[in-house]
């Protein structure tokens, strides 16, 4: 019935899907399982050499192993990825089919732009505002956070955690290592320690695991997705009421892909809000700690003084049967 629909409109509907889509090769629709047997083929060849298993074993001689080493693509990441679907070689294009790779194969590899246009536009116009793309230079690019081979869209993983734990490793990577931030920073600048910037958030790494630096670092106003203005240090979220109450930013931000039974499921109400958490002691804030203290303290005496108005008043009674 397509076909036929097809062959009737063919003329209009590609113009359409050319307006619609224009050039975005990311709306193509996905391929059928019998392309996607040819690919994975195509892909194995690229894998012979690397892998873990093309390392130890490989297919022809000569190669420089140690460079080998540091470009190992992982079968299993990959097809887990937003790209697990794609053919090496739709980004890696001439050059890469000659062994050594032509020198100039790496000029060749797509950027995100040549297929995600309309997004990378919107994208792009957040970036650009961004610390990274302001005080950086322009080495800091898309691909400096996003590995294609591994990255998968928070609609795909699901569980908060995940999502967590990929995003945050994006920022970690560089923030939690000398070298890596040196390789990206203006000369001299030094790599501010990630655990003292950020020593009035109590519990500071079980923080990293349940939110990411996004979350904090990027205004909120784009309900639909994350923005990717990461903003000056003082634009930054420091208020605890704005993830621990009922229906807070967090909940808009990343458990925006959830339902609400879904949210339970990954106990988020539970843990956050309902924050039995802010337990005394378990926290490094003297404020919270002391208004905690505060709080205990007048429970104890509350409930010693009840005790004690008991004791007195039946004592009381008592002594009055006596008489
Ligand atoms: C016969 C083994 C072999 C095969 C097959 C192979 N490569 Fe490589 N590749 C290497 C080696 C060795 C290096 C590291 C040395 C170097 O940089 O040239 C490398 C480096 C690379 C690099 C990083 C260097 C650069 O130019 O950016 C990329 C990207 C790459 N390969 C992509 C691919 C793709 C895509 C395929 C499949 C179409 C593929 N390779 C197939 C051996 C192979
Ligand atoms: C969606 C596009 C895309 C696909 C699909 C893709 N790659 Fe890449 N690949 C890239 C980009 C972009 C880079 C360069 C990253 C950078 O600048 O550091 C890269 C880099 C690499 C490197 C060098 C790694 C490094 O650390 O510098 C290797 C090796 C590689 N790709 C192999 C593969 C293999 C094998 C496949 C298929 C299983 C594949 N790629 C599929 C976009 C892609
Ligand atoms: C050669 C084309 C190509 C290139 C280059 C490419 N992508 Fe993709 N991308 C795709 C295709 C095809 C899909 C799969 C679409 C789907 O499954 O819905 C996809 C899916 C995605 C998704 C998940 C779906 C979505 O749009 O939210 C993200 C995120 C993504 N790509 C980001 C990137 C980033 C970041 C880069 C650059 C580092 C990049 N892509 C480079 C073709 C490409
Ligand atoms: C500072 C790190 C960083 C840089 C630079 C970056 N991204 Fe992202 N990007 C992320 C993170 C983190 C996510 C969140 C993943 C999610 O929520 O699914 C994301 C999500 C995305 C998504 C999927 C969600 C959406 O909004 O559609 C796309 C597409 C994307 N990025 C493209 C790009 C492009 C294009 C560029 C370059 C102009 C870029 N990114 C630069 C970190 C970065
Ligand atoms: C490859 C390294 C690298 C990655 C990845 C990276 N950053 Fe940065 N970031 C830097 C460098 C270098 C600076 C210092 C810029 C400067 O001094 O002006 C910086 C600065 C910052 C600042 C400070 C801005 C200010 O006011 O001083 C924040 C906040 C920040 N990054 C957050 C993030 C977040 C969140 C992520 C992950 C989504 C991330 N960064 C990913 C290298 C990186
Ligand atoms: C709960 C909110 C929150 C989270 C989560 C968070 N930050 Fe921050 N961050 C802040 C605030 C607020 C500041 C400003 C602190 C100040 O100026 O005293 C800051 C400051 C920074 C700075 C500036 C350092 C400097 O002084 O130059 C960097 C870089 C940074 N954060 C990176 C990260 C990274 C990377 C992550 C994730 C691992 C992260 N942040 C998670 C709230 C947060
Ligand atoms: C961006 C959101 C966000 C902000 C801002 C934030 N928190 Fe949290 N906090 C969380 C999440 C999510 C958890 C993890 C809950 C869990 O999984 O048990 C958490 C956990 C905690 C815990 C540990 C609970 C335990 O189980 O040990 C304490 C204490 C805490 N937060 C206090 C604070 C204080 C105090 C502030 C303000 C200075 C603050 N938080 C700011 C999101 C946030």
């Known amino acids: 019935m397509f076909g036929k629909i097809k062959k009737r409109f063919g003329g209009i509907l590609a113009l359409l899907a050319f307006v619609v889509a224009a050039p975005v090769f990311a709306d193509d629709p996905p391929p059928s399982p019998e392309a996607l047997v040819k690919i994975r083929a195509a892909n194995g060849e690229c894998l012979k050499c690397h892998s873990e298993a093309g390392l130890k074993a490989p297919p022809k001689e000569g190669m420089d192993l140690k460079k080998l080493r540091e470009h190992l693509v992982h079968l299993d990441t990959f097809t887990a990825s937003d790209h697990g679907q794609m053919a090496c070689s739709k980004c890696h294009g001439d050059g890469y089919d000659e062994h050594p790779h032509a020198a100039k194969a790496r000029e060749g590899i797509s950027e995100c732009q040549d297929c995600h246009a309309r997004k990378a ?77 950020h020593d009035w958030l109590p519990n500071t790494r079980l923080h990293w695991k349940a939110v990411r630096c996004v979350e904090c670092h990027t205004p909120t106003e784009d309900k639909l997705s994350l923005s990717h203005e990461i903003q000056n240090k003082d634009k930054a979220e420091k208020k605890c009421a704005s993830c621990h109450t009922a229906n807070s930013s967090l909940n808009a931000r990343l458990y925006r892909h959830l339902q609400t039974e879904e949210q339970n499921k990954y106990g988020f109400i539970n843990s956050v809000i309902l924050s039995n958490s802010y337990v005394v002691g378990a926290t490094r804030n003297p404020s919270l700690d002391l208004i905690l203290i505060v709080l205990f303290v007048a429970t104890v005496v509350g409930v010693i003084g ?17 008489d």
Request: charged share 30%.
């Open 121 to 197: 536009m919107r994208i792009e116009r957040q970036f650009d505002k961004s610390v990274h793309a302001e005080n950086l230079s322009d080495t800091f690019t898309c691909a400096t956070c996003h590995d294609p081979h591994v990255m998968a869209v928070a609609t795909k993983l699901r569980d908060p955690h995940k999502i967590v734990a990929q995003d945050n490793k994006i920022c970690l990577d560089c923030h939690d290592s000398d070298i890596a931030f040196a390789k990206m920073a203006p000369d001299k600048k030094k790599r501010p320690p990630i655990d003292d910037i």
């Open 306 to 322: 009840h005790g004690l108005v008991r004791i007195i008043t039946t004592r009381l009674r008592r002594s009055k049967n006596h």
